[in-house]
T-cell receptor
Framework: GAVVSQHPSRVICKSGTSVKIECRSL??????MFWYRQFPKQSLMLMAT?????????EQGVEKDKFLINHASLTLSTLTVTSAHPEDSSFYIC????FGGGTTGELFFGEGSRLTVL | QKEVEQDPGPLSVPEGAIVSLNCTYS??????FMWYRQYSRKGPELLMY????GNKEDGRFTAQVDKSSKYISLFIRDSQPSDSATYLC???????????FGQGTELSVKP
């Protein structure tokens, strides 16, 4: 299957600082990427849809000024958690659909980034 | 009522057993159905992708979709300890669109 890479896989930061997480599609181009958040033993919650060249679309209840998303190229989307607080500690995962090589939009996920805010 | 319902388990089976995982959904617009496997502290791994009613087989895994009943299943034959993970069903109404996930079923296969 297609490969989606996330970096960093784990980050620990102090309260009040900002953290950037990168999501890359390694062997395909993605005009759309999705950012999810997952709490322990819970399912994935969609935060926002990242669109290459335009503004991200945020789900209800997600603060767009808190979670900044930039999709600067067809292979890279970034999520920046601004002024992070302990309640932002979570597992953040990105995904992207692959339409190349005859595939029909299967969504592949990155390995996730675990954020801990002290 | 949630759009996608999945029994969270946990489900514990002996090695070699046949495992049946199920999801129901309420939105008849859902056309594409996926099963993901997620190991602890890892991203979900796509196992199966289907878009029509019926069965799709891949090795020990069989995905079944019944659109008339709004019901999907994943069967795992000859289950192995390495199959121990959380299994998530997911679906959407357009190719490559945002997914709606079930709650995930935690599976443990005992040797």
């Amino acid at each position: 299957g297609a490969v989606v890479s996330q970096h960093p896989s784990r980050v620990i930061c102090k309260s009040g600082t900002s953290v950037k997480i990168e999501c890359r599609s390694l062997d395909f181009q993605a005009t759309t990427m999705f950012w999810y958040r997952q709490f322990p033993k819970q399912s994935l919650m969609l935060m926002a849809t990242s669109n290459e060249g335009s503004k991200a679309t945020y789900e209800q209840g997600v603060e767009k000024d808190k979670f900044l998303i930039n999709h600067a190229s067809l292979t890279l989307s970034t999520l920046t958690v601004t002024s992070a607080h302990p309640e932002d500690s979570s597992f953040y995962i990105c995904s992207a659909p692959d339409f190349g090589g005859g595939t029909t939009g299967e969504l592949f996920f990155g390995e996730g980034s675990r954020l801990t805010v002290l | 009522q949630k759009e996608v319902e999945q029994d969270p388990g946990p489900l514990s089976v002996p090695e070699g057993a046949i495992v049946s995982l199920n999801c129901t959904y309420s939105n008849s617009a859902f056309q594409y159905f996926m099963w993901y496997r997620q190991y602890s502290r890892k991203g979900p791994e796509l196992l199966m992708y289907t878009y029509s009613s019926g069965n799709k087989e891949d090795g020990r895994f069989t995905a079944q979709v019944d659109k008339s009943s709004k019901y999907i299943s994943l069967f795992i034959r000859d289950s192995q300890p390495s199959d121990s993970a959380t299994y998530l069903c997911a679906m959407n109404d357009n190719q490559g669109g945002k997914l709606i996930f079930g709650q995930g079923t935690e599976l443990s296969v005992k040797p």
